[in-house]
């Protein structure tokens, strides 16, 4: 399975897509950050500016900086992503507790801009299945 | 012509440990009693559905309080509370029960609870299996891991941590009016709270070694668990109920951590076999 959100070619339109979804615009307000995904070995840097998503890059990206990163295999987003995930890869959060998905970094910047990303991955993933 | 709903609420109040808490408590119904304990950082809100339903409240007294500190009730006036660091600690959550149910004249009462509430079902039948007819731990397990519970109560973290939080401990297939209520409610739990709640969730729960003094034949102990439940899993209960030699588990397919909140006609389906099977000893 190809993951959408870290494809060149379709990053542009889900900035846009996210940027004009109503609960993201409030759950993003004030956010500022450099939020890494790490999907196996590709990364992927999302760039917040006072709550709107200025880009995702995910090609030459391997020296960009972040404030925090959520890393995950490549089996572990592709579960993530189905339309009813299963058990364990339904959420970040319980993701992390089992082992499937980890955060580094800031932790304390993530944690406050949790429904931010939690949203962010949630329209990942209905547009990943559209 | 209005509608209302059949429950009434109002104040009682218990001593705990010398202290005097206005506990604010709802309940309908009638029949064999049943109190319902929230989970850590909650209120009595999640039980709400069990409170209304026609089935349960034509046989059962539902009961459902909010914890000192917690819902409508405050902490106690005697006590300068903001001094220390709120912490909810087994003793007190136990003595609790035992004084809510003596106080409202509740004759062995069953005692269903989730999360916190589930493992202080576990409790209960441990240390006071003759004051209640039967215990129902939802989402219930010997210990909980390991967590960092700062993050529950952080100057740079809000209550948007809390609702994205709350969200993914329910399982993703249940309606989402229900999902997002859980997430509202967990937002109206004052943060020191949530936090303190998790002393006894992550530190003072502990059943290693004392599962097999729980005796069924004088508490009966039924469990159940959702699927999806990243804390309290269902590997977690079977490993509990192995151990608690006649408890009753079943795997609550499609649920999560709050199962009568986030699904409330499935968790019925879970939970009416028991509740048939107590009514009828």
Known sequence: MAVHFIDPDKTSSIVDVLNSDPEFKIAARYMTKDVCIEVGKTKCIIKFRDGVI????????????????????????????????PRFYDGIFGGMIRGNFVLEGD??????????????LDIFRELQNK | ??????????????????????????????GIPIICQHSAGSQGLEWRHMLTDPEIISKYHVIVAD??????????????????????????F????????????????????TAAGGFLALNLALEHPSEFRAVIGVEAAKHAGTATLDTFDHPYIGNDYKRANAMYFSAPANPEKYRRAITWVSMLAAP???????????IEHDLTEKTQQIDTSRCVVYLLTGEYDPTSTVEDTMELAKEVKGSKFTEMKGMSHAGMAEN????????????????SK
Do not use: C
């Open chain 2, 67 to 92: 914890l000192p500190y917690h819902g409508r009730s405050l902490p106690p006036e005697s006590v300068q509370w903001w001094k220390e660091e709120y912490k909810l600690t087994k003793s007190f």
């Open chain 1, 107 to 120: 932790t304390v910047s993530a944690f406050s801009h949790f429904w931010a990303v939690t949203r962010m």
């Open chain 2, 264 to 279: 409330p006609v499935l968790f019925k389906k879970y939970l009416m076999p028991i509740l048939n099977e107590i009514a």
């Open chain 2, 94 to 113: 136990i003595d609790f029960q035992i004084e809510l149910s003596r106080a409202l004249g509740l004759v062995k009462p069953v005692y269903i609870g």
């Open chain 1, 54 to 85: 200025t880009q995702i890059k995910s090609e030459n990206a391997f020296a960009d900086p972040w404030n925090f990163a959520i890393r995950g295999s490549l089996d572990a987003w592709e579960k993530f992503l189905q339309p009813i995930p």
């Open chain 2, 192 to 202: 020191p709270v949530t936090k303190g709640d998790m002393n006894y969730y992550f």
């Open chain 2, 1 to 30: 012509m209005a509608k209302f709903d059949p429950i009434e609420g109002r104040f009682v109040y218990l001593t705990i440990q010398g202290v005097k808490y206005r506990v604010y408590y709802e309940e309908s119904g009638q």
